[in-house]
């Protein structure tokens, strides 16, 4: 299987910047997209940012403009700078890996999300 862990977060004044980073990690795998979700209390979780194995970005709305997501050379590591915080970007973040890993010569997909990081924006 496949196993996902975040790092960063925390408390952070409005206008302010944090940056998450998420490691996938396992043996045999390959990533099809990693990506960056939250939810605040009393939501639903949401995409925040999504990055496919071809490069592509795709980010919520709410985020444009402020939030980037970027990957590591490897492409098993994902960051999530995010600028310009405001109080509503106050959320646990979660970290997702999606893809395929080997196992008994046959490709089993997985979807794998990581503990989740507090990321606190006070006004």
């Known amino acids: 299987q496949v196993q996902v862990v975040e790092s960063g977060g925390g408390l952070v004044q409005a206008g302010g910047s944090l940056a998450l980073s998420c490691a996938a990690s396992g043996r045999r795998f390959s990533i099809d997209t990693m990506g960056w979700h939250r939810q605040a209390p009393g939501n639903q979780r949401e995409s925040v940012a999504t990055?496919?194995?071809?490069?592509?970005?795709n980010y919520a709305d709410s985020v444009k403009g402020r939030f980037t997501i970027s990957r590591s050379s490897t492409k098993n590591t994902v960051y999530l700078q995010m600028n310009s915080l405001k109080p509503n970007d106050t959320a646990v973040y979660y970290c997702?890996?999606?893809?395929?890993?080997?196992?008994?010569?046959?490709?089993?997909?997985?979807?794998?999300w990581g503990q989740g990081t507090q990321v606190t924006v006070s006004s």
């Open positions: 990055i496919t194995s071809a490069g592509r970005t």
């Open positions: 997702n890996a999606a893809g395929g890993y080997w196992r008994d010569r046959l490709l089993w997909p997985y979807d794998s």
